[in-house]
């Protein structure tokens, strides 16, 4: 249905369109560019070139643009942040970030663009003319005679006599020529503001000639313009501009330091409600709340922006939280590795566990040397569900160093537990790593070691198996009733301590449970007493409890109890040494040589009757072998009972089970030692240089350098030598110096590296190596009380970032807070770097 118009067609609607689109174009090109109000660059036309000094200030004199009495900065918009700038989107109130974030000290490298311009200006000091630099590199040969650049050139010598420096005057290494900042900058289109200059014949010369020409007086003339900010025409603005940023920067610092204060500590950060006065937002909005009640600038911050709901800026939000999170594990990442790199060697140790989302988490742990000559152990991540397989274990591994740009070449060790799947010599991960690089040597945990030694031996007889269900049953019958522990408490004397139990995770817990054993031996046996003559217990109860007191009152009990508190007092205190960070394979042969000394010692008759001397103390000696029967075998035609021996109840105590537990321990404890001493030998010479002779440290050094080939020097015998001789000389130091760290915090604290460089590396290597997994199990510790039943929907990038935070805690807390709003500002703004 036409409405009688004439109806243009397809093609006429494009020509109309395109004669539209070639008009706007052509006004734009006529428009002046905003830049050009700030910042004229000179062109090389001729007739700028030829104008007069005076007409080239004019060129160059800041244009005033007329603002409207509506829109003018007053000075109470310039103290005070407005509320028109309180109700800015997101984006344009994130604080904008540094203009470079790294402007290179070289001209040569410049980008010239306003973000360079506006970087340098602002710099509190003058522009570095690289006045340091080894002038020697310059020099350049010309004719048979050789020139280089002098420092002299920096300076002007007028007329009188006088000289000034000659600020303007900017040294390129890259190029190894000289420039002119002001020209460089602003446009100049001479050799020392494109390419720099290098002849150092005529440099004088080439210099005055450019001091006296129209281009660089202009370009000084605008850099002097650009440093006076208060006559640029933006001036009130980039000074409204500067208190808002400041302002966003101070609530900032607040919300960085809380984050790191909770992560620091483990603690969650978010709670049901993300709202400000609500008993349930959140330890974060809780932590502002109670700084805002001492803080007057947070308290009216909170206050004007504390619930701005969604689409308003107040930085409070439980997502800026987030990404500062993620900021600052990047940033101890980057620390860790950024150290790594610098010791070049590591060993990683690696264990694994279920979260309580059921998801297998493992552990990756790199130790490495400081700068003190101290080792430490770093977290750098958990890895979800990667499989027990050892292949998988490797690829995941593999993948993980990658990632950090870490290379397995510099791995000097690695340790791990002594599951099949990491320990097995043919397919076990440590042998794939192995056949990566030779020299990562594996060393199974030291500590978990020394426990499967006593688990072996609390195993290997009838009466050990029986003493510690005995221990084990005392702790289940009293924690399995409240009342049954009420009357335990009630019997016990001040200062005694409650059943623990012996099945525990925890590789003291039978050291535990004995301890308590012995100091409340008969507050238990009362306990015990009072619950069995009880009539209102059931009759299962009070037999339970009967059968306990019986085995608890065995003569065989008390001596057990005796003897294991020798043994376990002893592994315990050993397992807590070898639990620490700075314990070294040399500390780890040496505790488990002591170990087998002291078992070996404790293997007489002598010893077993001052064992039993000290039962006889807790009950009367009766055995319950003499107390039984005697089974008698049954003879065959032609035989008799007279080579027969019959054991009496203390024989068989000291034969079955004494001699048996302590042969079983020396026997664990042996094979243990091997796996530690077949790498230790190789750096044994270390720990014997004041008594070993010259013949026999030089044939050790030579066969360590031999292992090391690429590492160590042929020079690292003399330098042993060297070595040995100072030590003996410093015999007050000596004490001090006999363990493999202290000798290499020795080398580093008197800047003895140059002196004595593979013997520092050989030390650094030996310390290296992990011995233990004890990091990782404390990794898990963080774990559980990271990610507990209310926070399993937990995503793994944030649960590695507050693990991260929570146990490297020492780096977390030195965390600058500039540099992390700078990151956070860099991330968040819109800006176009052109």
């Known amino acids: 249905m036409s409405d009688g118009r004439k109806r243009l067609s397809g093609a006429q609607y494009k020509a109309l369109a395109e004669e539209k689109r070639r008009k706007i174009q052509a006004v734009l090109d006529k428009t002046q560019n905003l830049k050009n109000y700030f910042l004229t660059k000179p062109t090389n036309s001729q007739e700028q070139t030829d104008c007069s000094e005076s007409e080239d200030l004019e060129v160059v004199s800041v ?130 503001a494109t390419e720099g200059i290098n002849d150092w014949s005529n440099v004088n010369k080439i210099l005055n000639l450019h001091e006296n020409s129209k281009e660089h007086a202009k370009s000084q003339v605008t850099l002097l313009r650009r440093r006076q900010k208060q006559n640029q025409i933006d001036s009130l603005l980039c000074q409204q501009i500067s208190i808002e940023e400041d302002y966003w920067r101070n609530v900032l610092k607040r919300v960085v330091a809380v984050t790191k204060k909770l992560a620091s500590r483990g603690l969650p950060f978010r709670g049901t409600v993300e709202k400000f006065g609500n008993t349930n937002n959140g330890n974060f909005m809780m932590c502002l709340e109670l700084i805002a009640e001492f803080d007057p600038f947070l308290a009216t911050h909170l206050s004007q922006h504390g619930n701005p709901g969604s689409g308003k800026t107040s930085y409070l939000s439980s997502t800026i939280c987030e990404e500062f999170i993620d900021l600052m594990s990047t940033e101890v990442l980057n620390h860790i590795m950024t150290e790594i790199r610098m010791s070049k060697y590591y060993s990683i140790i690696i264990d694994s566990t279920p979260d309580m989302a059921h998801i297998d988490q493992l552990s990756v742990i790199i130790r490495y040397v400081t700068n003190n000559g101290k080792p430490v152990e770093r977290f750098i991540g958990f890895l979800p569900n990667v499989g027990h397989k050892s292949e998988d274990l490797e690829n995941a591994i593999m993948s993980k160093l990658e990632k950090h740009n870490l290379e397995l ?110 100091g409340g031996w008969g507050d238990y046996l009362n306990a015990l007493t009072t619950i069995e003559e009880s009539i209102s217990e059931k009759p299962t109860v009070r037999a339970e409890a009967a059968g306990i007191k019986r085995c608890l009152n065995r003569f065989e009990f008390a001596f057990m109890s005796v003897f294991w508190e020798a043994i376990l007092e002893r592994f315990h205190s050993t397992n807590k040494i070898l639990q620490s960070v700075e314990i070294d394979n040399g500390d780890v042969t040496r505790l488990f040589s002591s170990l087998i000394s002291f078992v070996k010692a404790l293997r007489n008759t002598t010893m077993f009757e001052t064992y039993l001397d000290k039962a006889k103390e807790i009950m009367d000696e009766s055995y319950d072998n003499d107390r039984q029967r005697t089974r008698r075998r049954k003879l065959f035609p032609d035989e008799n009972m007279d080579g027969d021996t019959i054991l009496t109840g203390k024989e068989q105590l000291k034969v079955e089970t004494y001699f048996s537990i302590l042969d079983r321990v020396m026997v664990e404890l042996e094979k243990r030692y091997e796996a530690y001493d077949s790498v230790f030998k190789k750096f044994k010479f270390f720990f014997t240089l004041k008594e070993s002779s010259q013949e026999q440290l030089i044939e050790s050094a030579n066969y360590l350098q031999q292992c090391y080939k690429d590492d160590l020097e042929d020079v690292f015998a003399t330098e042993c030598l060297h070595f040995a001789e100072l030590l003996k000389e410093t015999d007050t130091k000596h004490e001090k110096c006999t363990l493999s760290n202290n000798m290499l915090s020795y080398i580093r604290s008197h800047n003895l590296e140059a002196v004595f460089p593979n013997v520092e590396i050989a030390l650094r290597m030996f310390v290296t190596m992990a011995v233990t997994v004890c990091s990782a199990e404390r990794s898990f510790s963080t774990l559980k009380r990271l990610k507990t039943y209310l926070r399993t929907t937990m995503q793994q990038n944030r649960l590695n970032a507050l693990t991260i935070l929570t146990i490297e805690s020492d780096i977390t807390i030195k965390l600058d807070f500039d540099s992390l709003i700078n990151s956070f500002a860099s991330i968040k703004s819109r800006r176009k770097i052109i």
């Open 409 to 518: 070449k510099h791995c000097r060790g690695q340790s791990y537990d002594n599951a099949s799947n990491m320990s097995g010599c043919y397919s076990g991960l440590q042998a794939r790593i192995l056949n990566h690089n030779p020299l990562a040597y594996y060393l199974p945990c030291a500590a978990h070691s020394l426990n499967l030694v006593g688990v072996c031996a609390a195993e290997c007889t009838r009466e050990a198996v029986r003493f510690f269900e005995t221990i084990q049953n005392l702790y289940t019958f009293f924690s399995a009733s409240t009342r049954r522990w009420e009357i335990l408490l009630s019997s016990l004397k001040p200062g005694a301590k409650v059943p623990k139990r012996v099945d525990g995770t925890r590789w003291s817990a039978r050291h535990d449970a004995l301890m308590s054993l012995c």
């Open 63 to 192: 244009v005033p643009i007329p603002i409207p009495p509506d829109n003018a900065v007053n000075a109470e918009a310039v103290d005070t942040v407005t509320e028109a700038s309180s109700s800015s989107n997101v984006e344009s109130a994130c604080p904008s970030p540094c203009l470079p974030a790294i402007v290179s000290n070289d001209p040569a490298d410049w980008n010239i663009n306003d973000d360079t311009i506006n970087y340098l200006m602002s710099l509190p000091n003058e522009i570095c003319q690289n006045t340091d630099e080894d002038f020697s590199l310059t020099k350049i040969v010309n004719g048979g005679k050789s020139r280089c650049l002098t420092k002299n050139v920096f300076r002007r010598k007028l007329a009188n006599g006088e000289e000034q420096p000659r600020k303007y005057l900017i040294y390129s290494s890259s190029k190894k020529s000289l420039f002119c900042i002001p020209c460089r900058l602003f446009g100049g289109a001479s050799k020392m």
